[in-house]
């Protein structure tokens, strides 16, 4: 089929550029001489999806096969979207502008639940049938891979397989698969059986889910012995010697995170019992500081950036970080290029740096205590003590800083009234510590911002059995702490619990949220994780209309020996550890760090990073 | 961070074609500065807080508009053979954007502060078919009048301006075949288009059955020469409706394409990359 998307179309929206392509480093390959077309798609914007590091690693990789052309593929912003529904443009890819339905795969990538009906959307946008069952050999393979793909039961009905972990390796084994089955000219379900048996694929279509009669699942079964019956993820052991781009798109408009990404390691040691990251990620592994200098040099020659970043789950736990930095800002600073460090620790030795590295206003730092009371701290394994925040706010503001921001959550398991004054408590406290440091010392204009989230109970977290607070409980935590807090230096914003609900119902969903999903869509959901399009009204009419009580996912308290919609699902930590963690964190005993004793929580079986050093 | 001064300066002309069409003016800056940085060469920065290479253009473009005719200085912090810079940048620069020309500037006067004059060859079309005749007198009148008055909107808000002497030169050019037996579809229809450019747009865009609202037949060209730059500015497209609101033309700007700017220097209209204007 052949459509352009002309000047009109293209004048009469916002950020045009956007849609074009023809990016430096994007890539340009002769549709005609490659067997497999590969379309990546980003279910967001394209500034959310171009910031994206994994879509950058498997983009750059997949174009590194000569029989394969990876094309970029982002959801229209809604004035975009009106205008191709009225021109009858369907979804396209950036670099050829070919219509998605034309490739042999399109690719997910699942980075937050909020994202899911902007899929529907994407696939009714492409012109390819919402239900997996219902696609022939004329519509391509539908995969999905990211964090939420370790339970994305709610995305079963439309998702052809999921590939959990790490991506690198098993792309690849599928895209093999793929050429031997397009030489024999099989049937759909003859490829999905066989990338089945790949380690890391999960073809939903392939396994039985039966239920209790109280609305649980009683067990998920494959429907073939071939089928394994727990999937496990991937992982990939050796960074340093696995693909990562040397050469990035460099977009011609603002993006949200406009810099080269170093990634220092993958996993976390720490073990803060509400973070899934921290657990589906495990174990940890570190690349070299030699390979990450190697890799920004040429990035930094490669795409004429002015900034790299630091990114990991927690960057100063990096263990080369002194040694990286200091080589990192002796080869960039003559280039002129920033050095940014998200997420670290602030200690001297951060604050030392970030005066070397960055050129910044001393303006805002980031701490983020979680919970207001020392016993809550302990409960969610957080590791730092009041101490620790007041120490670290003093030597920032002895170093010239006045602005401190300080993130926590409420609705944590076991949370009281009295651990939620506690934030308003530790406000206090910050703004005393500012008051002791001498005049001459500390910037002018003290302000400290408190936020507060709520907390999303997320599977293959200690949390997963944790019921979520109700909306109205959360509120009335919102109130309190709003009232506690007095301090005129002190300002409080909160993020609206509608959201964080929605969050929880789809975060230990399962498969009969399906149908609440589509339902959603064709009421007008899309965009859910931007406020402007967020719906709670037509949301809860959905669920109502299906006959499906979102309470039941979102603030119910699981049983122990519930069996969960993801249980299938093996990310190395065992259920049996993650058991151990919940009774500890009602009783608040802390864990230890993975580098100080291993606690055996399972991922030792990949035989990697921190489990064999 | 070192102190750098700028030691030579060169001025460039550049395409922006269609496949950068769509970038705003600020994107276009960065584009170039990231194409310098890949590039190496020594440009020279700002001093300061939060340094900026050393780089003027000329005249912004408008969203959706492409050129054969832009213009911009860049400084460096050592002497620059204008040819290599012009080949190492071109090696750098995304498709769509290609440095044509580049020489040496001595004057202290910067691009952006010297234009003055600006052509452009646009399509339009006219929402009825109309006789070429007939479009010819209107647009005839309406130059003959003394004053073209209209809305323009500034920073300041809405004022009317008279935009007659900001014209220079308004030429039309139609298709021979229009209106005649010959069948329209059996060549495009454009041959009177000898803009190398606009012959690509058309041949890309225009033979795409169902392309757009407009009739592909009702399209003709304007050749423009307008005023430009930061004293008195005139857009084709404020032009254009200037003309729609003076005739019931109903015309639609289809493409806007410049193909030429002019810097002011003691009273003479220059090429900016002239001798005289560059010293």
Redesign the interface.
């Known amino acids: 089929m052949k459509f352009i998307i002309n000047d009109e179309v293209l004048l009469g929206v916002e950020k045009p550029s956007r849609y074009v392509g023809g990016e430096w480093n994007s890539v340009k390959k002769d549709i005609e001489k490659v067997k497999i077309r590969y379309a990546f798609c980003f279910p967001d914007v394209y500034e959310v999806g171009m910031s994206h590091l994994g879509m950058k690693i498997l983009y750059h990789l997949l174009n590194s096969r000569e029989d394969t052309y990876c094309e970029r593929v982002f959801v229209p912003w809604v004035d975009m979207e009106a205008k191709m529904r009225e021109q009858n443009i369907p979804l396209f890819a950036l670099e050829t502008q070919s219509q998605v339905k034309d490739f042999d795969f399109l690719g997910f990538t699942l980075q937050y639940e909020m994202c899911y009906t902007n899929i529907i959307n994407a696939l009714d946008l492409a012109r390819i049938p919402l239900l997996s069952n219902e696609r022939t050999k004329d519509h391509p393979f539908v995969c999905a891979g990211g964090p939420c793909a370790y339970n994305a039961e709610p995305l079963a009905d439309f998702i052809d397989f999921f590939v959990l972990g790490e991506g690198e390796e098993v792309i690849q084994e599928i895209l093999d698969v793929f050429l031997i089955w397009k030489e024999e000219d099989g049937t759909r379900d003859q490829f999905l059986s066989r990338i089945a048996q790949i380690e890391g694929v999960y073809v939903p279509a392939f396994y039985d889910v039966e239920y209790n009669q109280d609305g649980t699942v009683n067990k998920v079964v494959p429907k073939d012995e071939a089928f394994p019956k727990k999937i496990r993820k991937r992982i990939i052991n050796d960074l340093d010697n696995t693909f990562f781009p040397d050469k990035i798109v460099v977009p011609f408009s603002d993006i949200v995170h406009d810099r080269i990404m170093l990634e220092l390691f993958r996993g976390c040691t720490r073990g803060c019992r509400f973070c899934q990251a921290g657990f589906i990620y495990r174990p940890v592994r570190e690349r070299t500081p030699q390979k990450l200098v190697e890799l920004a040099k040429k990035l930094e020659e490669n795409t004429g950036y002015e900034e790299i970043s630091l990114t990991s789950l927690s960057t100063s736990d990096y263990t080369g970080l002194k040694e990286l930095t200091d080589d990192l800002i002796n080869e960039m600073e003559p280039r002129k290029v920033n050095l940014s460090l998200p997420s670290l620790r602030v200690d001297s030795f951060s604050l030392d740096l970030m005066q070397k590295a960055q050129k910044v206003r001393k303006g805002g730092l980031t701490f983020a205590p979680e919970a207001g009371t020392q016993r809550l701290r302990d409960v969610i394994n957080k590791g730092v003590t009041e101490e620790d925040l007041i120490i670290s706010v003093s030597t920032a503001f002895n170093g010239g800083w006045s602005g401190v921001k300080l993130y926590f959550m409420i609705g944590l398991p076991t949370e009281t009234n009295e651990d939620v004054e506690g934030i308003a408590d530790l406000g206090d406290k910050v703004v005393a510590t500012y008051k002791a440091v001498p005049k001459e010392n500390r910037g002018k204009g003290l302000s400290v911002t408190i936020s507060t989230s709520s907390f999303v109970p997320k599977p293959f977290t200690p949390f997963q059995w944790a019921p979520q607070d109700t909306m109205q409980m959360l509120r009335e935590k919102q109130k309190l702490l709003k009232v506690k807090i007095k301090n005129k230096s002190i300002s409080y914003n909160w993020h609206d619990s509608e959201l964080s609900f929605l969050e929880a119902i789809f975060a230990r969903g399962d498969r009969r949220l399906g149908k609440v999903l589509v339902k959603a869509w064709q009421k007008g959901c899309k965009f859910d994780g931007w406020g402007e399009h967020f719906n709670y009204k037509v949301w809860m009419e959905a669920f109502e209309e299906c006959d499906v009580d979102p309470h039941f996912y979102a603030n119910r308290e699981r049983t122990i020996d519930e069996v969960f919609p993801w249980d299938h699902i093996d990310i190395g930590v065992t259920k049996n550890h993650l058991i151990k963690e919940y009774q500890k964190a009602v009783r608040g005993e802390l864990t230890s760090n993975c580098r100080t004793s291993c606690t055996g929580c399972g991922a030792g079986v990949f035989e990697g990073g921190v489990c064999v050093e | 961070?070192r102190e750098e001064y700028a030691l030579s300066s060169l001025r460039v002309k550049f395409i922006r074609g269609e496949?950068?069409k769509?970038?705003?003016h600020l994107?276009m800056m960065?584009?170039f500065?990231?194409?310098?940085?890949?590039s190496k060469l020594p440009i020279a920065?700002s001093q300061g807080?939060?340094?900026h290479p050393a780089m003027v253009f000329g005249l912004p473009l408008s969203?959706?508009v492409t050129s054969e005719s832009e213009y911009a200085d860049f400084e460096f912090t050592c002497d620059i053979d204008p040819q290599e810079f012009s080949q190492k940048l071109n090696q750098?620069l995304?498709?769509?954007i290609r440095i044509s020309l580049s020489n040496k500037k001595q004057t202290k006067v910067n691009i952006m502060a010297s234009i003055v004059v600006a052509d452009y060859e646009i399509l339009v079309a006219t929402a009825e078919k109309q006789e070429h005749g007939h479009i010819k007198s209107v647009l005839d009148s309406i130059m003959e009048k003394p004053e073209i008055l209209i809305e323009k909107e500034s920073k300041r808000g809405r004022k009317e301006v008279d935009i007659r002497p900001m014209i220079f030169e308004l030429k039309t050019k139609f298709s021979k075949e229009l209106g005649s037996d010959n069948n329209f579809e059996s060549e495009n229809g454009f041959q009177y288009i000898e803009n190398p450019f606009l012959t690509n747009y058309i041949n890309k865009?225009l033979d795409?059955p169902g392309?757009?609202?407009y009739n592909v037949e009702n399209v003709f060209s304007i050749s423009l020469k307008i005023s430009a730059g930061s004293k008195s500015n005139l857009k084709p497209d404020l032009l254009i409706s200037a003309f729609n609101l003076l005739s019931d033309l109903q015309l639609k700007l289809?493409?806007v394409h410049r193909t030429g700017l002019y810097i002011e220097k003691e009273m003479r209209i220059l090429d900016p990359l002239s001798n005289e204007a560059l010293s």
């Open positions: 961070m496949e950068v769509y970038i705003s994107d960065k584009v500065e990231r194409a310098i940085r890949r920065y807080f939060n340094p969203v959706g750098n995304p498709e769509g865009h795409v392309f757009s609202s289809v493409k």
